[in-house]
């Protein structure tokens, strides 16, 4: 009887270990009001790799080291967008919660790729600051978001100190804010793109500095770029450390 019950017991835990990786989730959770809080490198790790998530209101709650953390790849991918917010709590000091340590790379052509890669719907990524490293051989590359396909986004008090790097020799579409919006509502209001080294494979014409701040429209390759004229950047700058 006693083996029979060991048995049984091993069996269930044996299910519980397999079931989230049959299911593709994981540990991490939206909370009782729905929201999913990051707190931790484990935390971010499980969001980059969940797509589950991926719809969800994401609050970072405070600073996080990616640093050594391997497999680092992008929230939202050509398969499974981001269409969710994700919000930074800001510190008692008035900054946002920092991401450093981010090494989001691949030799490959990958298109739409940054800390979110892919985004669609009505997405929101406000008070973020992040650090590391972002590249690929691909187009639409940027420290926050790399694509928006449709819909509307705003982009609103972020920071990126990543390095950004695109080494598609057609289409690079890199930026330090946002890679490319195409047939999107983009407004991306008080952001900085801060950096000592900017790489891009060829130079972007249809880009302009940001000299008119506060315009309309504004489509700088250092910041991002648009393929409609639906977009505002509104007090965005770009400075070299």
């Not at 490959?108 to 890669?117: D, F, Q, V």
């Not at 020799?169 to 407004?187: E, K």
């Amino acid at each position: 009887m006693k083996s029979k019950i060991l048995s049984l017991s091993l069996a269930l835990c044996l299910l519980l270990v397999m079931f989230p990786l049959v299911m593709g989730a994981s540990a991490l959770a939206p909370a009782a009001d729905g929201k999913v809080y990051l707190t931790s490198a484990a935390d971010l790790k499980a969001l980059m790799g969940d797509t589950s998530l991926w719809d969800k209101d994401i609050v970072l709650q405070n600073d996080i080291d990616m640093t050594g953390e391997t497999n680092q790849t992008p929230i939202g991918n050509a398969t499974t967008a981001f269409t969710g917010t994700f919000i930074g709590v800001k510190k008692a000091d008035g900054s946002n919660p920092e991401i450093k340590g981010l090494d989001i790379k691949t030799t490959a052509a990958t298109n739409r790729w940054g800390l979110i890669g892919y985004a669609t719907g009505n997405v929101t990524v406000k008070n973020i600051t992040v650090r590391g490293e972002i590249s690929s051989a691909g187009g639409g590359v940027a420290g926050i978001v790399g694509a928006m396909v449709g819909g509307n986004l705003v982009i609103e008090d972020c920071v990126n100190y990543c390095t950004v790097t695109s080494t598609n020799a057609t289409a690079s579409r890199a930026g330090g804010i946002l890679g490319i919006a195409q047939n999107a509502g983009v407004s991306v209001k008080n952001c900085v793109y801060i950096s000592g080294f900017f790489a891009c494979s060829v130079i972007l014409d249809h880009g302009v500095w940001l000299h008119n701040i506060g315009s309309d429209l504004i489509s700088p390759a250092d910041i991002g770029y648009f393929t409609t004229d639906t977009g505002k950047f509104l007090f965005c700058f770009l400075l070299f450390e």
